[in-house]
């Protein structure tokens, strides 16, 4: 299987919007804030693509309407996102704070949330505490923790919570987890349902690269977005020829440390049958 460094940009665009339609239901940005999937290219079925995230960006705009502390009243607030069937919750953005996680934990009316959307919270790991060990989350299936300075022991709460079994999509995009929180949910049990995976701008090395090539538990993965690490090509060939990613369908691997000379050779021979995207620059 090779790169293609040129393809049809609306089959590229169309297919970024059916990966990212369950992001946009759950209130959530395109996967890496100020970038975008863009004029790239897109290969076709058993083949790889080899393209940028950047491009023009989103505009960064003034921060004009941007809260800049929490709600008022943050019971209200909740109430306010929480969707009418009581299944998704976006709080985006909202900046609740500690406070605001333990208000969440203690509301009845979030018992059957599926969906959690926490972008930028300022959540850090006792936010994450609060969310791992309360029951009224043990449905969530799509949990957002993107920008929270989450650290690698939020990630093990994560791993070792009872209350996490359900989990199939996981962003813990621009936090702090590092190889040792991606070995933790490598490990877990809690990982074996996952289907898409954002670990960017985490510090990630070759060591986190090959925790998930060689875990059995991430078997389900079919996204899986390792943006902005520190991934060499040794990383990126463990992940390509993993015994255990057989599902996976989209691999980014943008901003990370790999030799682009050595890449085209090694995407030939994948390991990975069903893998139809592979991003690199």
Not at 219 to 236: E, W
Not at 243 to 255: A, G
Request: net charge positive; aromatic share 4%.
């Amino acid at each position: 299987m090779s790169i293609h460094k040129k393809a049809v940009q609306g089959i590229l665009v169309l297919g970024w919007l059916v990966w990212s339609l369950p992001a946009f239901g759950a209130g959530e940005h395109s996967p890496h804030e100020g970038k975008q999937h863009g004029s790239g290219q897109h290969g076709g079925p058993g083949d790889a693509a080899k393209k940028g995230h950047g491009g023009g960006g989103k505009h960064s705009g003034h921060g004009y309407g941007r809260p800049k502390g929490p709600p008022a009243d943050i019971p209200a607030h909740i109430r306010g996102k929480l969707d009418q069937d009581g299944t998704k919750i976006n709080l985006n953005r909202s900046l609740i704070g500690v406070k605001g996680m333990q208000i969440l934990a203690d509301m009845p009316e979030l018992k059957n949330v599926r969906s959690l959307a926490l972008q930028g919270n300022k959540l850090g790991d006792e936010g994450v505490r609060i969310l791992t060990t309360s029951e009224t989350f043990k449905h969530t299936e799509n949990l957002s923790l993107w920008g929270n300075k989450v650290s690698a022991q939020g990630a093990k709460m994560i791993a070792e919570s009872p209350n996490m079994k359900n989990l199939k999509e996981l962003k813990l995009t621009r936090n702090q987890i590092g190889d040792e929180g991606v070995e933790a949910l490598a490990a877990s049990e809690n990982s074996s349902a996952l289907t898409f995976v954002d670990f960017s701008a985490n510090e990630i090395s070759d060591r986190g690269a090959l925790a998930i090539a060689n875990s059995p538990q991430f078997s389900n993965l079919k996204r899986l977005d390792l943006y902005n690490n520190r991934i060499t090509t040794k990383g990126m060939k463990a992940l390509l020829q993993s015994k255990n990613l057989k599902s996976l369908e989209m691999l980014i691997l943008v901003r990370n440390e790999i030799d682009l000379e050595k890449a085209d050779e090694i995407a030939k021979n994948p390991s990975l049958p069903n893998l139809k995207r592979l991003e690199l620059e």
